[in-house]
């Protein structure tokens, strides 16, 4: 328990995600078009609390796999929309044909929820049709590296460079995107302050921050340079970045995703899963941030999903009892996957961390 | 479920004459949803008709008006934004009108990624003629909130795709007097920094061939230099003409470290605010960088010290990092590790 009496309500927890696995109450039709994203949120906090055996994953599993959008043939892979996931039943028609979807509204966002859940309750991946998923992708990536959400467009930024390189990290395939053009986008997200805006030229965020750096590192671009070379080597300006971030500790103790701007819960996931990618978790000022996150605990008021999700997210990295731990660049839990709990991607994490406590 | 009372006197498509002819489309959630919505009656219906004249692909008038109130209630829903632009393509609507439509709902959901893309959508559409009204329109939107990400970034794009960067530099400037503490406008004068570089250089690239860039560069910061300053003369507890100034040196940090002014201002700071993190820390870089430190500027950062006295081997920057464990607990174990790793041509 904190010095101040403030205690982690675990059970509390567990009953609110799942009394929203029951029923969401009507304010969130107005996130119904992405109704994976609400899903996920549920279900990995559940994870996150250690209490996924509350859900039934058989049904999970068949509700997720019914959003996916199929290629009648393997030619439509040429046409130009993307085939991955719809965010719900709002934006998939599939009344001609129980297999093909007639309007293609499949999302990048939605793509990377899917593919979070179906990791996190077991199922195996590699019954997907990944090809139709990557080379579909592939579209998607514009000539500056970014990302465009869906194949008829909309804004291209941060977020969706990070849920591509998500997507490719989680289906062990990196034939979706070109690792190169998007790390030249990234790198051009760096603001001069050291922190990233969502797309070059804007101001430095927390969430955005998150993006570069979760998708440098699950492209393997970060592994090799913060290890093992000189700060001048690397892809982007990491003093910097470090500096930044640990400045946005404001004196609640709670982060902030912008500078002169109020904290919020869900910056201590953004900006403090930055640090811990980066291996300078350890600088920041773990108890006054656990005071903060705890203060945040709703007493009478339900909370909303999204921040309640980042205040679990949040709680693991500070390694809260009862949570799992997570694997920070994925936003999901580090133990339930195949693929990502080698030490291709774990090792290289604890050896910056050793090299900096060294040094 | 009831309608919401704001809805009381909406008429249900069910009951419009107008609409008698579409059979509406039910959301057919399967039969074991996951975290199932409570949708609202008047939701479900609105969606049941847009689904069906979306499935029949019906670009009509109706259509059109039934994208406004799905959207009015579901603002996020970029299905039915793009249905709505297939049909104002089909039916050649003016979009000086839709623009005015996105004047209204934006006001009310100024945080929303679907209506700002559409808008951008608008203006792309209507090409350099609408540069002032959107610059108007972010205007108005940052005079509720001056750090509304989406209105600058909308604003970014506006000054890049379409023009309008001549009064740029005054808007920030009144921002920023409004409000010293909005990095948001701090930022935007940096991109408008950078932009006026790259014109003016490209220039001076094709009239003077000697050290074009250079030239450019220098003038743009000495005049930015004496602009922060004073901001932060003006309240030194603001991270923002901080970081701003370092900024302006990027990549360049011997100008940086023989530029008298910022290790000046350092020190003018210290003497009024003893324990400004952000005067010692630029400090800092500035003596990691292999700046010389004056007797005055040692004398000063030594009376800071306040506990055990100086061994006669301490670095400067050592002093530095012990205060500021001391000044900044947030970051105390950072600055700990700083002290442990100086360069060895800091002072």
């Not at chain 1, 701007?261 to 773990?286: E, M, Q, R």
């Not at chain 2, 930022?187 to 950078?194: A, E």
């Not at chain 2, 950072?334 to 100086?342: C, D, H, M, P």
Request: glycine content about 6%; some cysteine; charged content about 20%.
């Amino acid at each position: 328990m904190d010095p101040e009496g403030l205690e982690f309500q675990r059970e509390r927890h567990v009953l609110f995600l799942e009394m929203m696995m029951e029923r969401l109450p009507s304010d969130y039709e107005t996130q119904e078009i992405n109704h994976l994203t609400l899903a996920y949120f549920a279900i990995s906090g559940l994870d996150i609390l250690g209490a996924l055996d509350r859900v039934d994953k058989d049904q999970i599993a068949s509700w997720v796999l019914s959003f996916q959008a199929h290629p009648r043939t393997k030619s439509d892979l040429d046409n130009g929309q993307f085939y991955g996931f719809h965010g719900s039943r709002s934006s998939q028609f599939t009344i001609i044909d129980s297999e093909v979807s007639t309007h293609n509204c499949s999302h990048l966002a939605s793509t990377y929820c899917a593919l979070a859940i179906l990791n996190m309750i077991g199922y195996n991946l590699s019954n997907l049709n990944s090809e139709a998923i990557l080379i579909s992708m592939q579209k998607l990536q514009q000539p500056d590296g970014s990302f465009m959400p869906i194949h008829f467009g909309a804004e291209t930024d941060l977020r969706f460079v990070y849920c591509a390189a998500a997507i490719c990290f989680m289906l062990n395939n990196w034939t979706g995107m070109d690792k190169e053009k998007a790390k030249e986008y990234i790198v051009r997200c760096q603001s001069y302050d050291g922190g990233f805006g969502l797309a070059p030229g804007l101001e430095s965020h927390g969430g955005a921050t998150y993006c570069a750096v979760a998708a440098l590192q699950l492209m393997g671009f970060i592994n090799a340079d913060v290890s093992s070379k000189p700060a001048k080597s690397m892809v982007i300006d990491v003093p910097l970045l470090v500096e930044w971030s640990l400045q946005r500790q404001a004196v609640n103790g709670g982060f902030q995703g912008r500078a002169n701007k109020p904290s919020d819960t869900c910056y201590a996931f953004w900006v403090g899963g930055v640090l811990k990618i980066l291996g300078f978790y350890h600088f920041l000022n773990k108890g006054a941030l656990h005071r903060f996150l705890l203060s945040c605990q709703s007493k009478n008021m339900l909370p909303d999903l999204y921040h309640c999700y980042y205040s679990f997210a949040a709680l693991s990295l500070l390694e809260e009892e009862g949570l799992k731990p997570l694997c920070v660049e994925l936003g999901i839990t580090a133990i339930n996957g195949h693929v990502w709990t080698t030490d291709v991607v774990i090792g290289p994490i604890r050896s910056s961390e050793a090299v900096h406590e060294k040094s | 479920m009831s309608s919401s009372s704001d809805d009381d006197d909406r008429i249900p498509f069910s009951r419009r004459p107008e609409w008698s002819d579409v059979r509406p489309v039910p959301q057919d959630d399967g039969p074991h949803p996951v975290v199932p919505i409570a949708y609202r009656d008047d939701f479900r219906e609105t969606m049941d008709y847009f689904r069906a004249v979306y499935l029949a692909d019906e670009r009509s008038s109706r259509a059109l008006y039934l994208t406004t109130e799905a959207i009015e209630m579901n603002p996020g829903n970029y299905t039915v934004w793009h249905f709505r632009r297939l049909v104002l393509e089909a039916l050649n609507v003016d979009l000086h009108e839709e623009r005015d439509f996105i004047d209204q709902i934006a006001m009310r959901n100024p945080k929303n990624y679907q209506i700002w893309h559409h808008r951008r959508w608008i203006a792309e559409k209507l090409g350099p003629e609408a540069a002032d009204k959107e610059l108007e329109f972010t205007k108005r939107v940052l005079a509720y909130d001056a750090k509304n990400y989406h209105a600058w970034s909308h604003r970014q794009w506006v000054l890049q795709s379409l023009g309008g960067w001549e009064k740029e530099l005054d808007y920030c400037q009144k921002l920023l007097e409004d409000d010293i503490f909005n990095n948001s406008a701090w930022n935007q004068t940096f991109d408008f920094g950078l932009s006026y570089n790259q014109e003016y250089s490209k220039v001076r690239y094709f009239v003077i061939t000697r050290s074009p860039l250079l030239g450019g560069l220098q003038a743009m910061r000495d005049s930015e230099l004496s602009y922060t300053i004073e901001a932060i003369l003006a309240n030194p507890q603001n991270e923002s003409p901080w970081r701003y100034l370092q900024g302006l040196y990027k990549g360049d940090t011997d100008v940086l470290v023989s530029e008298n002014q910022v290790s000046e201002v350092c020190l003018k700071v210290l003497k009024i605010d003893h324990s400004c993190i952000f005067a010692l820390s630029l400090l800092l870089d500035l003596l990691c960088y292999g700046f010389q430190p004056s007797d005055e500027l040692k004398g000063v950062i030594e009376a800071l010290r306040k506990s055990e006295p100086a061994s006669s081997d301490d670095k400067l920057a050592s002093t530095i990092c012990s205060i500021l464990e001391i000044v900044d607990p947030m970051r105390s174990n950072y600055w700990a590790w700083r002290r442990s790793n100086l360069p060895s041509k800091a002072c």
